[in-house]
């Protein structure tokens, strides 16, 4: 299996390793929603986190990026521990994520949602007086940086329109856009592709490889199948809080732990047929 790194030659920073979890649990009551003892995502891939509703994908993000607090387990971000780190810190070394549910804000303008997610925009530079030539340069900065941003997204037509204006597909756009705001060198995305249109899907594919292409890491999660062979490098499977299995999606869909849990009972016998081409464009790399 790949990346199965003895214990006794993980204890220095892998170069190869943007974030690397160990022993991460999280309990609600009795409940055990994560229970994740091993997790390596890899520099420069893009790596796909699949399983079954409820398997507790959404709640290790929120673990991992400091949304919520684990009952135990460390993880580090190139190098550094976040354990315990809050997530506007998390995101400042350079680790973002969206949401499921798009957060933008619908009453301010595309471009007031980009202009609010750069670094420092608020607290940061306080020191920095309103109006000061410092205050000043940076704001001109960070509108530059946005509307070059809404271009390549091709959503500069739009910056002046309240966010809440968007289709659906247009704020998992703009909410993508908003985490590169950050300058970030991973992107967690939490089902990129739900509620998106086909046409707007292909784009938000082609987003997320030159994302890679920059030299971003991406971790995904994803029910999309289609998707996942397209542009995963590497996927995880979790299934009741634990990662049950990782791979090429061409290795993780024939293993028959993972159809049982999850692809079995999505697709059932047309698992093989349905799906493209195994591999075919980035698993197998
Ligand atoms: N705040 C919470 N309180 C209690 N239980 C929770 C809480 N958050 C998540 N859970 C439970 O933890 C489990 C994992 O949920 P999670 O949302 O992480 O799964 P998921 O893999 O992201 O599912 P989906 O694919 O449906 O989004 C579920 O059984 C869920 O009901």
Do not use: C
């Amino acid at each position: 299996m790949p990346d199965r790194i003895p214990s006794a030659a993980r204890s220095g920073p892998d170069p190869a390793v943007i974030l690397r979890a160990e022993n991460v649990a999280r309990r609600f009551g009795g409940f055990t929603a994560v229970d994740v003892d091993h997790l390596a995502v890899r520099r420069g891939e893009i790596t796909a986190l699949i399983g079954p509703n409820g398997a507790g994908k959404s709640t290790l993000f929120n673990l991992l990026t400091g949304f919520d607090r684990p009952d135990a387990g460390r993880w580090a971000f190139d190098g550094h521990p976040l354990a315990g780190v809050p997530a506007h810190k998390v995101a400042r070394m350079g680790m973002v994520r969206t949401f499921q549910l798009t957060r933008v804000l619908a009453r301010l303008t595309v471009l007031e949602n980009m202009r609010i997610a750069a670094p420092g925009q608020l607290g940061e530079r306080l020191w920095a007086a309103p109006f000061s030539l410092a205050w000043r340069r940076g704001e001109r900065d960070n509108t530059a940086r946005a509307r070059a941003l809404l271009s390549r997204f091709l959503l500069d037509g739009k910056r002046d329109e309240p966010a809440g204006a968007l289709s659906g597909g247009q704020r998992k756009l703009l909410e993508m856009a908003r985490a590169l705001m950050a300058e970030p060198r991973m992107v967690m995305l939490d089902e990129p592709m739900a509620g998106v249109n086909p046409a707007l899907k292909q784009s938000l594919l082609g987003h997320i490889v030159s994302l890679r292409d920059d030299g971003v890491s991406v971790l995904f999660v994803e029910h999309d199948m289609d998707m996942v062979h397209e542009i995963s490098d590497h996927v995880v499977v979790m299934a009741q809080g634990r990662v049950i299995a990782e791979g090429t999606a061409r290795e993780v869909t024939q293993d028959e732990r993972v159809v049982s849990a999850y692809l079995g009972e999505r697709f059932g016998d047309d698992l093989v047929e349905t799906g493209p081409t195994p591999g075919g464009g980035s698993g197998g790399r």
